[in-house]
T-cell receptor, first 112, second 112 residues
Framework: QKEVEQNSGPLSVPEGAIASLNCTYS??????FFWYRQYSGKSPELIMSIYSNGDKEDGRFTAQLNKASQYVSLLIRDSQPSDSATYLCAVNIGYNTDKLIFGTGTRLQVFP | DAGVIQSPRHEVTEMGQEVTLRCKPI?????LFWYRQTMMRGLELLIY????????DSGMPEDRFSAKMPNASFSTLKIQPSEPRDSAVYFCASRVGAGELFFGEGSRLTVL
């Protein structure tokens, strides 16, 4: 089992819709979770971090964490064509560690 | 601040040659990570340092790969001898403590 798993996509949504991106992780002790966005040919950039169970909202983005199910998700409301990118889930694997492992990413396409 | 600086941006070399990738982290950052990204395997953690000390190198593919961090402002990733399967984009990233991870622009390596 991979340490951090994501569906590779592509996930295609129409402009204005909600895009839902999912991620599961293997280590129950993991405490820190991140979503990065990577445009083609560019380096990843942080969108959100989440550390506690529940939802965390930042503008059009909402991160959701369920440690019991070892599941973290990212919702993008009112999707825009400029949101088209690969979204990478990253997890500090294990309890109280600094080892940051990335999933392979989900490619999101938002069409007008 | 100029951000994480990597060099070279592009390198094309022949199989068997030595390759050295360089990274200058953001000043004041105490963690430095080296990742490799390919279409097939995504973003893989190779090694990371804390206060110039290697903490986990379990992701280094084999003995052909080595990394050093002689001081807080410089790190190298060396591949000797290089092979075509080493072709990838190599990212260096740095952060302060458990904070946001900042990526360099990457070094695209092609081994013929």
């Amino acid at each position: 089992q991979k340490e951090v798993e994501q569906n590779s996509g592509p996930l295609s949504v129409p402009e204005g819709a909600i895009a839902s991106l999912n991620c599961t992780y293997s280590d129950r002790g993991s405490q820190s979770f991140f979503w990065y966005r990577q445009y083609s040919g560019k380096s990843p950039e942080l969108i959100m971090s989440i550390y506690s169970n529940g939802d965390k909202e930042d503008g059009r983005f909402t991160a959701q964490l369920n440690k019991a199910s070892q599941y973290v998700s990212l919702l993008i409301r009112d999707s825009q064509p400029s949101d088209s990118a690969t979204y990478l889930c990253a997890v500090n694997i294990g309890y109280n560690t600094d080892k940051l492992i990335f999933g392979t990413g989900t490619r999101l396409q938002v069409f007008p | 601040d100029a951000g994480v600086i990597q060099s070279p941006r592009h390198e094309v070399t022949e199989m068997g040659q030595e390759v050295t990738l360089r990274c200058k982290p953001i000043s004041g950052h105490d963690y430095l990570f080296w990742y490799r990204q390919t279409m097939m395997r995504g973003l893989e953690l190779l090694i990371y340092f804390n206060n110039n000390v290697p903490i986990d190198d379990s992701g280094m593919p084999e003995d052909r790969f080595s990394a050093k961090m002689p001081n807080a402002s410089f790190s190298t990733l060396k591949i000797q001898p290089s092979e075509p399967r080493d072709s990838a984009v190599y990212f260096c990233a740095s952060r302060v403590g458990a904070g946001e991870l900042f990526f360099g622009e990457g070094s695209r390596l092609t081994v013929l």
